[in-house]
């Protein structure tokens, strides 16, 4: 419900605040004075689109605030998902700023215009006798069956399995069209499986290879080099370890004249030791190195092979190479398991589309069942409006499933004798669609979640007691609903609990959109000049309050 909304630098209204009551609201006011205006500024709340060229004052800042009651309407789960602060009380807000930017708000948290629309949904409905193009739809024709048949059970059902479905589905398609680029590569993968394959790569061999060719290929010289070194350190008799031998008895000769030297002396010795090691160790690489020339041309031709496979692939490393490999062995296994895989899933798609197809007809049959009684009640809320000749049927057909079920449904409606009904999206708007839309609403207020309805000038184009018998119903949606309604009818304004009247004021060098909250001499005076005209007669106050006295 709807406790109160203030509009700030908006169109022609500099500021206004108005507090609806629990029930039914009547707002009247002259042509131009501004009572779209107001709607224009609650959609705003709603999540529609800003424009700054609705700003009154361009150089300020536009805020429109609604305080909703939301206590009875089990919206705590929609909150906790949003991570929103739940409040009995919820604040929704609108600000756009001069240079366009536009913001939301929700008990002071910022959200996105999606949030607010969704949240919209369970707060207000409003609709206006232009407003027919959603009801032609028949997404909403169906969303109307629904809840009018209370297919809430059926319809998650069907949503779940439609789910379910769709997945199994996009799991078959993928993979078959994974397998047709497969197929069509598959003798070149098997081409080159089988290259690589051949070479039975090892990790880390390329670097070991590379090692072993660059000692084969220069095998004579680094022998002949080893020889030299050793030839300089092991010659009998200029050898170097013969002269540092001789070197060795001295620094013990100077040891033994002074413990100064021993220092030198022991670190002379661990010299002496560290090239003997050096020797036995060049000793140990002589005799493995050989000249070994079938051997080198058997790492070469590896090493050939190696370069050939990364340049061809652009890699750059064995363990590359190998992970191609495996990859490629991946998808040759791929191959041979295809159909079987394939097969299953089709099996798993057929499966899902099965259970949808029943569940789906749970949910047709729910929704016929509505039809017969839909179409009496609607004709007969359409004869006590006035329409006696209005006639409403369906039609159905069955379709491949959709995310709202198997069916595709059209409501027809008629309103002239020996006039076949027609589809709502081919009659023309005006008094007569207006009732039907009126109609609707009446029957769908208990039925759907519309905490707060709006009608605006839903009684275009009806008089006397067809506007008494719409306003009548009005009262009974307000038992339960929050009802505002922008009237022109005398008699059909009179029936509210709460009358507001919005006017231009032009006292100042700008025409200004207000609103005021009428007493009861104000709201006769009112309604007497909507008998009447600006200048009521006393029968036209006599008149206004013979109808309020009968509200």
């Known amino acids: 419900m709807l406790k ?47 424009d700054t060229k609705a700003l009154f004052d ?113 799991a078959f398609e993928k993979l ?72 060795s008895i001295s620094l013990q000769q100077l040891s033994k004249i002074a413990h100064k030297f021993d220092a030198y002396r022991e670190r002379y010795q661990s010299a002496l030791i560290e090239l003997r090691d050096i020797a036995a160790g060049l000793e140990d690489e002589d005799g493995q190195v050989e000249v070994d020339f079938e051997k080198l041309e058997v790492t070469r031709d590896r090493l050939s092979k190696i370069y050939l496979l990364q340049q061809k692939h652009g890699l750059e490393s064995v363990d590359d190479l190998i992970l191609l490999e495996k990859s490629l062995a991946e998808k040759a296994f791929q191959i041979e398991n295809l159909e079987d ?32 009684e839909f179409s009496t009640e609607l004709g007969h809320l359409l004869h006590q409006l006035g329409m006696e000749n209005a006639s409403i049927d369906f039609t159905h057909e069955v379709i491949a499933p959709t995310s709202t079920g198997l069916d595709q449904i059209d409501l027809l409606f008629s309103a002239n004798k020996g006039v076949k009904p027609q589809a709502l999206r081919q009659v023309a708007s005006g008094g007569e ?9 009446y029957i769908m207020a208990d039925k759907m979640a519309l905490p707060t309805l709006i009608f605006d000038e839903i009684d275009t184009g009806v008089s006397g007691e067809v506007a008494l018998q719409m306003v009548r119903m009005m009262q009974q949606i307000a038992k339960t609903h929050q009802v505002i309604c922008i009237s022109h009818l005398p008699q059909v304004a009179a029936k509210g609990e709460q009358h507001y009247f919005v006017f231009k004021d032009n006292s100042s060098a700008r025409t200004v959109s207000k609103i005021k909250l009428l007493n009861t001499e104000d709201r006769i005076l009112e309604i007497a000049k909507m008998i009447a005209g600006s200048n009521p007669s006393e029968s036209a106050i006599a008149s206004a309050k013979e109808l309020l006295k009968t509200a």
């Open 433 to 441: 669609f207006s009732r039907l839309i009126f109609a609707i609403k």
């Open 176 to 247: 078959k069209a994974e397998a047709q680029e497969l197929k069509k590569e598959a003798d070149f993968n098997q081409f080159q499986l089988n290259e690589l394959s051949s070479l039975s790569l090892q990790s880390g061999e390329q670097e070991e290879l590379e090692s072993s060719q660059e000692i084969l290929e220069n095998a004579e010289e680094i022998k002949s080099k080893i020889a030299e070194v050793l030839g300089y350190l092991q010659d009998d008799q200029f050898g170097a370890f013969n002269i540092m031998s001789q070197a």
């Open 58 to 170: 361009e150089s300020k800042k536009c805020i429109v605030e609604g305080e909703f009651d939301i206590q009875a309407y089990g919206l705590q789960h929609f909150f906790q998902n949003e991570d929103l602060d739940f409040d009995q009380s919820c604040i929704i807000r609108r600000d756009i700023s001069p240079n366009g930017k536009s913001r939301a708000f929700i008990n002071d948290s910022p959200v996105k215009l999606e949030v607010l629309k969704e949240l919209g949904k369970s707060l207000m409905d409003i609709h206006s006798q232009h407003d027919s193009l959603q009801l032609g739809e028949g997404a909403y024709q169906l969303s109307l069956l629904d809840a009018y048949t209370n297919t809430k059970s059926e319809l998650l059902a069907y949503k779940t399995a439609f789910g379910e479905y769709h997945q199994a589905k996009k």
């Open 341 to 372: 895989s394939l097969n299953q899933l089709e099996k798993d798609k057929e499966t899902k589309l099965k259970e949808l197809n029943r569940v789906g007809n749970l949910l047709s049959i729910k929704r016929k069942s509505g039809f017969k």
């Open 4 to 50: 109160s909304l203030s509009i700030a630098n908006y169109a022609l209204i500099q500021s206004l605040e108005m507090n609806p009551c629990r029930s039914l609201n009547m707002i009247t006011g002259e042509t131009g004075a501004g009572k779209s205006i107001m709607l224009g500024a609650v959609g705003l709340l709603l999540g529609n689109r800003a």
